[in-house]
């Protein structure tokens, strides 16, 4: 690109362009300059400054017993107060992504250490929870401030972190984290609508589905298998996510999503298809008054976005019917768990199946084993619980796996019987 | 969605800059006031040693003061309890009354969270119950606190100096047999 921007006061001198032309060529490949760090430079920046910062912090938490009170509490503040203005530095003179990523890091990290030290020179005890709260809290205006992908990218994992200190084993909710993710979602879109084929931006649509996956279980209740069915609909509206258009146009981008929801749905269904689910708990059917609108926001959330649909696809989504179901099959293991674990194993048998079809009908080898995986999901689960015999139970892994050849090469064939006859 | 302007972000940016070194200016001058013109208490404990990620070593005391007769079992789960402290014959501080309010008396007082009452005790949370050391101390410490206090010989009681002024305590030191822990540890190095 420098070259033939280079040559491009000789083409003007000698008349072959005209220097409108000149100035086109300049603007068009200013413009195309990547307005955001995606030069392995800038990567090797922010690696760099995640390591300065985590080392600071691990040779303050050192606690230097040779350093007075006043040396360490100046010790404290001197990185952030560096790092302040470095930052600074980089946003009056209008540096890159190149400085402004490693810079928000280094502070990211300094800010952390400064409050950790003087906690440390004081005794100021505090739980992990906290510091990490106000910590996250007051580095989120950086996110926007250098719209840094890194500094969003370490909001996430920190009030992941947060949460998992809040939540885990207690009857304490994270709040703040929701407050946190909610203050992320104008730079997430942002990112979505400005710079679609990012890497950056990948990374955060798996990211982020990923921490609200882990986090979702802090805010539940211990009603351990009504927290299952919320699941699904959580899962069912990262599903629906995957499927707006916003999304779907980018394969890159609905795939994390996409992804990470039908496994879980998948996952979760089949550890439903077995009799232990249902049976052991008859007469004590978990309920949970406090997330029943967790699961209706849930579910209508799904309906919208499926609805939303702007691809205009009419084709039955196996999926969605599911997410919708579920919750019928759960109300009926109240009265009947027998045929709740009946509705379940059909559920998943079925979606399998409708997978299986799709497949065929758009020739998509990915989806068919998916399908075919999941109904062999479904047998060998039922191998754990049901009474028969060796040999029956042998044979089916014979007809499920010779299914496998069967099913793909019938697909692959008729896959190049019809680009043949286009 | 627009982004702001750059006069925008550089405000934003200063602000932010700002609440990043009020907090940590805050908590200094927080326990400067209380390490300097608060009264020091001596409260008896007995020291564990466990790890921060980020603030490093730490040994947890355990204080012998911290339970508390109470009547009233809604004391459990009060999260801002007003503990007033006077010290006792024994030169070591005592709690004398809780309140969910200030009280007008003259005794000093810290705020703390109440929690766990049974069999008419409540337990309270010293908010001086994390003393930082050097990493190789901390570990040390548990150890020569649990040899001393195994020594029928020995006498003096382990005790944490704490500062208190207007609802906020500084922990100053731990003192074992009359001196601090730091040295402490390191006399047993010297006489291993």
């Not at chain 1, 540096?95 to 440390?120: C, D, H, M, N, Y």
Request: hydrophobic residues 50%; charged residues 15%; aromatic residues 14%.
């Amino acid at each position: 690109m420098k070259d033939i921007l280079k040559e491009l006061p000789e083409l003007v001198t000698h008349g072959v362009i005209t220097p409108a032309t000149a100035q086109n060529i300049e603007a068009y490949y200013a413009s195309k300059k990547a307005p955001e760090c995606s030069g392995l430079l800038a990567v090797f920046g922010i690696i760099g400054a995640v390591l300065t910062g985590l080392g600071i912090i691990l040779i303050f938490a050192h606690n230097w017993d040779t350093f007075t009170k006043t040396t360490k509490t100046l010790l404290a503040l001197l990185p952030l107060i560096v790092f302040q203005g470095l930052t600074a530095y980089a946003l009056i003179t209008k540096k890159t992504a190149r400085w402004t990523e490693p810079a928000g890091v280094l502070l990211f990290f300094a800010v952390g250490a400064s409050i950790a030290l003087i906690a440390q020179v004081y005794n100021i005890p505090g739980n992990l929870a906290g510091y990490l709260c106000t910590w996250t809290l007051l580095c989120l205006p950086l996110v926007y401030i250098l719209r840094s992908n890194a500094l969003a990218v370490l909001h996430i994992v920190f009030s992941t972190y947060y949460a998992f200190e809040t939540g885990f084993g207690s009857l304490e909710k994270p709040w703040m984290y929701l407050f946190f993710m909610g203050a992320l979602m104008p730079f997430y879109i942002n990112r979505l609508r400005k710079y679609p084929t990012a890497a950056s931006t990948s990374f955060l649509n798996l990211l982020l589905p990923v921490s609200c996956t882990i986090c979702l279980g802090f805010f539940l209740d211990f009603a351990y298998k009504f927290n299952v069915v919320i699941y699904i609909a959580f899962f069912g509206l990262l599903y629906s996510i995957s499927l707006l258009p916003a999304l779907k146009r980018n394969p890159m981008h609905s795939g994390s999503y996409g992804f990470l929801s039908q496994l879980g749905i998948v996952v979760l269904l089949l550890v439903t298809s077995s009799k232990w689910f249902w049976e052991v708990q008859t007469g004590n059917m978990a309920f949970s008054r406090h997330t029943l609108p967790v699961e209706i926001i849930f579910l209508a959330l799904s309906l919208y976005f499926a609805l939303w649909k702007a691809d205009g696809r009419k084709r039955f989504d196996p999926f969605l019917v599911a997410i919708f179901s579920f919750p019928v099959i759960y109300l009926t293991g109240f009265a009947a768990p027998h045929i709740a674990t009946i509705l379940t194993n059909l559920l998943v048998l079925g979606l399998g199946i409708a997978i299986i079809r799709n497949a065929a009908v758009e020739y998509d080898l990915r989806r068919l084993n998916l399908g075919l995986l999941v109904v062999s999901a479904l047998i060998i689960c039922r191998f754990f619980d049901t009474n028969m015999s060796f040999a029956i139970r042998g044979l089916m892994f014979v007809i499920v796996g010779l299914g496998f050849f069967f099913a793909n090469y019938i697909l692959i064939r008729k896959k190049k019987d019809h680009e043949i006859t286009k | 969605m627009k982004l702001p302007n750059r006069k925008l972000l550089l405000l934003g940016f200063v602000l932010t800059v700002l609440a990043q070194l009020a907090i940590p200016l805050k908590m200094v001058y927080d326990c400067e006031m209380t390490s300097i013109n608060g009264t020091e208490y001596k409260f008896r404990t007995r020291p564990i040693d466990p790890t921060d990620p980020f603030r490093g070593k730490y040994i947890t005391l355990d204080y012998e003061g911290a339970s508390v007769r109470a009547k009233n079992p809604a004391w459990a789960d009060s999260d801002e309890t007003y503990v007033y402290i006077r010290t006792g014959s024994d030169g070591f501080a005592h709690v004398t009354h809780l309140s969910h309010h200030p009280l007008d008396i003259p005794n000093d007082y810290f705020k703390a969270k109440a929690y766990n009452f049974y069999e008419g005790q409540v337990r309270i949370e010293f908010p001086f119950d994390r003393y930082y050391m050097e990493e190789s101390k901390a570990y040390e410490a548990e150890l020569a606190y649990r040899d001393y206090n195994q020594t029928d010989s020995l006498k003096k009681p382990a005790y944490a100096v704490v500062a208190v002024r207007e609802g906020n305590a500084v922990l100053k030191e731990v003192i074992i047999d009359g001196i601090p822990m730091r040295e402490y540890v390191l006399k047993m190095r010297e006489n291993k």
